[in-house]
């Protein structure tokens, strides 16, 4: 009478493969490198109830560990993402920060500028007022000038009219000493 769980020599021992036993397996890589140890490990053509043990303890660990290796990366996508958007944010407040500070210095480049040109206004009306003053000296000293020519030339006409008065007297004493000398 044999068991249910042994198995014939004659007979071949039908195998699981990988698909029927882990349809939660993540690549075909994953599944093809599984079947290849599950069937190393079969290789020797015996099929007693040992050697099944030790293919389900090997399936048992293949599967385990491949539900702790998605899980190690579902929790390393969670910290990317968790990571990302914790760049995203720290991004945001500089990208925040920034604009508050160019929104200042342009304000203070717009008083800056503001204040330049009251400063140039200034100036042109200082340069102005400057050119003015020196123009108004100039004018004072050559009104200055003019009246002093216009006196020396009333001085010589005065002298001119004196000048020829004594020329004139001077004749009248050449004429009266000749007819006194006659």
Known sequence: ?????SHSKDQPR???????????SSSASTKSLRHERLSRLGS????????DTSTNHAESYFLRRENRLSAKKKAEEETMNSDYKKMYEKALATNQRLKSRLETSKQELAMIQDQLQKAQKGRSSDCSSNVLEAEKKESWS???RISDMEEQLK???ELKMENQRLK???GALIRVITKLSK
């Open 1 to 5: 009478m044999s068991s249910p769980l």
């Open 14 to 24: 039908i195998r699981k493969s990988l698909s029927d036993s882990c349809p939660a």
């Open 44 to 51: 020797s053509g015996v099929s007693d109830v040992s050697n």
């Open 142 to 144: 050559l009104k200055k």
């Open 155 to 157: 001085v010589k006409a």
């Open 168 to 170: 004139d007297e001077n």
